[in-house]
């Protein structure tokens, strides 16, 4: 509703809302958003889109998906590898996507309940074995489903993908490093300081 004169207006598909900053929790993008997707209920404006990831390289998906900062969101299908299998399918076009860890639960603030599962994946480019692993990350989020059979192991997942910084890692490594070599009492340069 327009404040000044009462009117309502509407917003051109694909066109951004001024100063809308879409950064869901975790909780928020399970127990909201994909929870809404399992059981088909629509929202009146699409803030994820439905999209394959899986046939895109990262720097190559639409920013139609780029609801965050940096981020991008999508509703994904996840596939198999194998059609008796639950192994899930993440090869791309020229890359493929890998698991880092074990899926972590996403916890609801009220009740301390698990209401889904976080896994992280890092994207290398190339074949498997072969692979170089890029600056891109996802966090792949389900809702868990502890007798998954073949069948349904194509589950929905609401996937954020983005660009580790690189930056911040390395000066918070560097960071570390001269705290640790002025901790004994000498600077960086190995002189003794007096205090």
């Known amino acids: ?62 920013k139609t998906g780029m609801m965050g900062e940096n981020d991008l969101y999508f509703f994904c299908k996840r596939g198999r590898k194998y059609r008796n299998s639950v192994r899930p399918n993440r090869v791309t076009g020229s890359g493929f996507w890998k698991a880092t860890g074990i899926d972590k639960p996403v916890f609801s603030v009220r009740s301390g309940e698990a209401i889904g599962l976080k896994k992280t994946l890092v994207y290398y480019h190339g074949s498997a074995g072969k692979g170089a692993k890029t600056e891109w990350m996802m966090h792949e989020f389900r809702l868990p489903n502890p007798t998954l059979t073949a069948q349904e192991a194509e589950v929905w997942t609401i996937c954020r993908i983005f660009k580790r910084n690189k930056k911040i890692k390395q000066d918070s490594r560097q960071g570390a490093a001269k705290r640790a070599s002025t901790s004994n009492g000498k600077g960086v340069d190995g002189n003794k300081r007096s205090i």
């Open 1 to 62: 509703m327009n404040m000044f004169d009462g009117t309502t207006t509407t917003v051109d598909e694909g066109v951004p809302l001024p100063g809308f900053r879409f950064h869901p929790t975790e909780e928020e993008l399970v127990g909201f958003y994909l929870r809404r997707k399992v059981d088909n209920k629509s929202l009146t404006i699409e803030l994820i889109k439905e999209i394959d990831i899986y046939k895109y390289d990262p720097s190559d998906l639409p």
